[in-house]
């Protein structure tokens, strides 16, 4: 007999109280942004490689080192998705969206792949919900984006010990004077730097603030901030995000370490962090990037968004949703089993879970409603046919009592 097979390392399958968490997660953030007015979206799972080249940098960790990339049958490099965002930008493009009725407010969730160590909520296969307005160049709308997570925080009932974290990025000529700061800091400490921040320094000096390098955090600690090179503009910017965040009641403190390597983020970047699953401490995070959807072949287009990872959401929750509990039909005999399918699919169409056992004398259905929690059992013998009712048994309270079938299922679906 060959040995069973195992999922593939880094993946994982959801079945039971998983994958009700999982989808109480979903459908917890997909009611909360459309209150805000976010449109459901969905893209291909994979795209041209060249989506996510040009979208997170060919000196990125994720271009470099993570992304599942493959040539197929064609010819064509292809590339599973390992974010969203890019892949939306690239829809809004290619949809002919990106001149026309805009912002783009999107709302979209689905599984991403990396291929990187798993550890405690992080896997190869992994999945996110992500809130994207596309077109939008006021800090009021990176103010709804945070508040809109904030609230879908809340509704999952894991805002307790969360903590909104949020810096600014400045403009283009900000992030200039901010980078010739930072490159000049950095150089005298380029002998101490690891290797693949000396590789990030000549190339892309703002990821070596990103570096999980022990050394390179402490070389970090005492570098310059961005807060400190703003032009007024951004400065004003920043500020009005700030203000419109208190007016919707959202709590935050200033973190001048939150960045984003790429040149076309500015402004707004923030995370929302806990200590409640160690090292991985972001739940949900994001941030403005106005140049993404040009790297797709369309107009200037600002947007903002953020991300969360279901799989971390799902493990702040403080237990997941209980499965609903069913009613069993049970039919004393086979000769009562036409009548106890009429009235489980009568049951059906009124809203109620309802199972009938395959098989098995009274007494092996009764024991299989019991491992199931049914909250009822109605029982079809031949007299309660003969009279044209049912045996409703109360499997909590233990009591019984004869009903009509109308009756049954009023009683019930109350």
Avoid at 68 to 82: H, K, Q
Avoid at 207 to 229: C, N, Q
Avoid at 257 to 283: C, K, N, P, W
Wanted: some cysteine; charged content about 25%; aromatic content about 8%.
């Amino acid at each position: 007999m060959a040995s069973p097979l195992q999922p593939v390392r880094g993946t994982r399958d959801l079945i039971g109280d998983d994958f009700r968490a999982h989808h109480h997660v979903v459908e917890t953030a997909r009611r909360v942004s459309a209150l805000y007015g976010f449109e459901e979206w969905s893209t291909p799972i994979f795209e041209d490689t060249r989506v996510f080249s040009r979208g997170l940098g060919d000196t990125s960790d994720v271009v470099s080192k993570e992304m599942y990339s493959f040539v197929d049958r064609g010819g064509d490099s292809i590339t599973l998705r390992p974010e969203a965002t890019a892949g939306l930008c690239r829809a809004l493009v290619s949809n002919g969206l990106a001149q026309s009725n805009l912002p783009r407010k999107v709302f979209y969730t689905g599984p991403m792949f990396r291929y990187e160590r798993p550890q405690k909520g992080r896997y190869r296969q992994f999945h996110q919900i992500d809130v994207e307005v596309l077109g939008a160049a006021e800090p009021l709308a990176d103010a709804e984006v945070i508040a809109c997570g904030w609230d879908v925080l809340n509704a999952l009932g894991i805002a307790d010990g969360v903590v909104l974290e949020i810096n600014t990025l400045g403009d283009t000529e900000s992030r200039d004077a901010y980078r010739a700061a930072l490159v000049a800091y950095l150089s005298d400490h380029r002998a101490s730097l690891s290797e693949d921040s000396q590789v990030r320094l000549e190339k892309n000096p703002l990821r070596v603030l990103d570096s999980k390098d022990e050394t390179d955090k402490r070389i970090v600690a005492g570098a310059p901030v961005m807060r400190d090179h703003l032009t007024a503009d951004a400065a004003r910017f920043y500020e009005k995000v700030l203000g419109y965040l208190a007016g919707f009641g959202v709590p935050f403190r200033q973190n001048d370490r939150i960045v984003r390597g790429l040149d076309y983020y500015s402004h707004t970047a923030f995370e929302f962090v806990t200590d409640r699953l160690g090292a991985q401490g972001t739940v949900l995070g994001g941030g403005r990037y106005n140049g993404l959807v040009e790297e797709m072949g369309g107009p200037p287009t600002p947007s903002v968004g953020w991300a969360a990872g279901i799989e971390r959401l799902a493990m702040l929750l403080a237990a997941p949703p209980s499965a609903p509990r069913p009613v069993a039909v049970i039919p004393v005999a086979e000769a009562q089993e036409a009548e106890a399918l009429a009235l489980a699919q009568r049951l059906r169409a009124a809203g109620v879970v309802t199972e009938v056992a395959y098989k098995g004398n009274l007494k092996r259905r009764m024991e299989r409603a019991n491992k199931l929690h049914a909250r009822a059992a109605l029982i079809l013998g031949e007299d309660e046919v003969a009279e044209g009712v049912v045996q409703f048994r109360d499997l909590d309270a233990g009591a019984q009592e004869r009903l009509s079938p109308d009756e049954a299922v009023k009683r019930l679906r109350a």
